[in-house]
C-alpha cells in the first residue's frame, strides 16, 4: 500500500482511501497538490498548540478537518468513496472523511519533524 511523503500511520492506520481520492482528482484533470498539507497548515498546528489554543489531539484534528475540508473536492471524494467502499456517501461524509485523513496526514507530518510530541494518541482517535 502506498502512503503520502511522510506519513507515519500514527493518526491514520490506512491511507487507501485518500490514496484513491488523489487519483480521483488526478482523474478530473485537477491537481491533486491543491489537498495536501502546506506549511501554513504545519504553523497553524505549532502555533495552536504552543499557544493552548488546542488542547488535545480531538480538538487538534476537529480544527484541522474544518480547514481541510474547504480544499477537498467533493466529486472526487464520492468516487474514491464510492470505489474504496462499494457505495456512494452523502457529499459531507466524504469531504469529511477526507479532509479527516488529510487532517491526520499533516498532524503526522508535524510530529516526524519534531514540531509536536504525541502522547496517548489512540484514546483520541476514532
Not at 480531538?58 to 480544499?71: A, D, G, I, K
Request: neutral net charge.
Amino acid at each position: 500500500m502506498s502512503v503520502p511523503f511522510m506519513a507515519t500511520g500514527t493518526i491514520v492506520k490506512d491511507y487507501q482511501l485518500l490514496m484513491q481520492y488523489f487519483e480521483e482528482v488526478k482523474s478530473m484533470g485537477m491537481d491533486p497538490r491543491h489537498s495536501y498539507p502546506t506549511s501554513s497548515d504545519i504553523d497553524f498546528i505549532v502555533r495552536s498548540v504552543r499557544s493552548g489554543a488546542i488542547r488535545n489531539l480531538y480538538e487538534l484534528l476537529e480544527s484541522l478537518t474544518r480547514m481541510f475540508s474547504s480544499r477537498v473536492c467533493t466529486e472526487a471524494a464520492i468516487r474514491a468513496f464510492k470505489k474504496k467502499y462499494g457505495s456512494e456517501p452523502d457529499p459531507d461524509t466524504a469531504v469529511r472523511e477526507i479532509a479527516w485523513m488529510l487532517a491526520g496526514w499533516t498532524v503526522e507530518i508535524a510530529e516526524s519533524l519534531g514540531l509536536i510530541s504525541l502522547r496517548n494518541a489512540d484514546y483520541y482517535l476514532r
